[in-house]
Each structure stands twice: as structure tokens, then as C-alpha cells.
């Protein structure tokens, strides 16, 4: 690699790589020591193009969700089933890896500046600025950014726009879809807001179970596929569908807290 490549945003190649390793290295431990990250559907990893794919997913933490899909995509492209095992994959991570954040959150101080240098497509939020609600249009570099980013690699965003479960998908991420036309992989993940304290930075629990399941490509029809029809398939896929807040009766209440239970330490 030449020394002084850089990425479409600018950004050195050999530095993204270094600060992918050091902090790779230091975030190993929360999901194989102090919690253990249950993974599924890493074969699908391996299986996606070079370029031009958008992950979808719901959001627990500002930081440890994408710190942990950084794990898993590297070990699942170095040939691991399932699991981050053998920290060797992150020395030759895929550097084409984004996500989308917050801009307000990654110049909110010098660790999220470093985070970002590691991928980050920072957009101005369109709903919520400096903890206030807010309506403001959608500011077009953003819209070609992300689109920058896809051209160039993989993206990750988060389409509720917020960590609080169950909250609207955003139209703006069905809008991109029917724009770039990516191959759109669902990712559900949980056991993110035990673990962590809400930027995903100070463990609050050990012991807990995390998990990520990693999905089959959406089909969607891009052109005749209105943006109606795209929002509610991510709702689905993503299991952010108000029919997923089922009522349990007291016999699954109990079968769900012995499955907890079981989750919640192992040997």
C-alpha cells in the first residue's frame, strides 16, 4: 500500500489501518471476556460483493454495536465460523467499512474524532440537534457521501436514527436504498444495552449474553418498490415492527425468563 493512500473522504489508509488494530485490540475483550458475543449467519460475510452493500440494523449503543460488526465481518472474511476467536483477522482488516453517525457525536470530543477516522459518514441529523427536537432538510453532501461510501465498500446505518427500541424508521434510508440500489443485509442484534452504558464506551454488566444474527439479503424491487413498501420491510427485517412488542402469557413469560437465565452466564 502506498504510503499516503487515502480513502474517497480523505482519510490515510495506513493510519484507519493502524487505529482499526489498536482499538480492535482493545474492545476484543468486551465481547469474548466480560461478555460473550453469540454470532449467526457469518457465511453471509463471505458471500457479499466487494462494493455497494448497506447494512441495516437496530441500534443499542452509540459505539459497541459498530465496534462489533467490525469484529465480526473481519473474522468472518479471515474464514471464522460464528465467533471473533484468534484476534490474528483484525491485523489485515477491510478498510472499505463505513458507518453512518451522528456528526454532532463524533465532534463531540477527541475519542469519537479517533472513531471516526475509522469510517465514520458523519451526516447533520434532520429530526434532533444538541438534545432537542428539530425539522430541518436533508442536506444533499450527506445523501452523496453515503453514496460515496457505497461506491467504495460497505456501509453500516442504523434507520431508526436513535438507540430507544421500536422507534420509526427513517424514510431517508428507504430513499438511498431506491438511489444507490445496494445489497441490503439485515442485522439484529441485543444484549448491547445490558452490556454497555448508552455510548457503548464503560462496561455497566458482566456476564451478559450479546448477540448478532446476520441476515439474507432483503429482495427488493427498486424501481417499482415505493418508499412505503422499503420502510416496512427494514421494520421486519430489522424486528423493529410494532408486531414484535407481542403480549406473552405468564407460561411464556416464565419459559422466556429460564431461556435468560441460561443466557446469562456460562462456563
Not at 7 to 17: A, D, M, T, V
Not at 52 to 69: C, E, G, P, R, W
Not at 194 to 211: A, C, H, P, T, W
Not at 254 to 259: G, I, N, P, R, T
Request: positive net charge; aromatic residues 10%.
Amino acid at each position: 500500500m502506498p504510503l499516503f493512500k487515502r480513502n474517497p473522504f480523505g482519510h490515510i489508509l495506513w493510519i484507519k489501518k493502524w487505529l482499526i488494530r489498536i482499538l480492535g485490540v482493545i474492545s476484543h475483550g468486551r465481547y469474548r471476556r466480560f461478555n460473550e458475543l453469540q454470532i449467526e449467519g457469518s457465511e453471509i460475510i463471505r458471500q457479499l460483493p466487494e462494493q455497494n452493500v448497506l447494512f441495516i440494523s437496530n441500534h443499542q449503543t452509540y459505539f459497541a454495536d459498530v465496534a462489533a460488526m467490525f469484529h465480526v465481518f473481519n473474522a468472518a472474511l479471515k474464514g471464522r465460523v460464528d465467533n471473533i476467536n484468534n484476534i490474528g483477522y483484525i491485523w489485515n482488516p477491510k478498510l472499505n467499512v463505513y458507518y453512518v453517525a451522528a456528526g454532532e457525536t463524533m465532534r463531540s470530543g477527541l475519542l469519537p474524532k479517533i472513531f471516526a477516522y475509522t469510517g465514520s459518514v458523519s451526516i447533520d441529523r434532520t429530526w434532533r440537534s444538541a438534545g432537542k427536537n428539530v425539522n430541518r432538510q436533508v442536506k444533499l453532501s450527506d445523501i452523496s457521501n453515503i453514496g460515496k461510501a457505497l461506491n467504495d465498500g460497505w456501509v453500516v446505518t442504523f434507520p431508526q436514527g436513535t438507540t430507544t427500541a421500536f422507534k420509526p424508521i427513517r424514510r431517508g434510508t428507504a430513499h438511498i436504498i431506491k438511489t444507490y440500489k445496494p445489497v441490503v443485509v439485515p442485522i439484529v442484534i441485543d444484549g448491547f444495552r445490558r452490556s454497555f452504558d448508552k455510548k457503548g464506551l464503560q462496561i455497566k454488566k458482566r456476564n451478559v449474553l450479546q448477540s448478532m444474527v446476520i441476515k439474507e439479503p432483503l429482495e427488493i424491487d427498486y424501481e417499482n418498490e415505493t418508499v412505503e413498501n422499503i420502510v416496512e420491510k427494514i421494520q421486519y427485517a430489522i424486528e423493529q415492527h410494532p408486531s414484535f412488542l407481542k403480549v406473552l402469557t405468564p407460561e411464556q413469560i416464565k419459559e422466556q425468563e429460564e431461556l435468560n437465565e441460561k443466557r446469562k452466564f456460562w462456563s
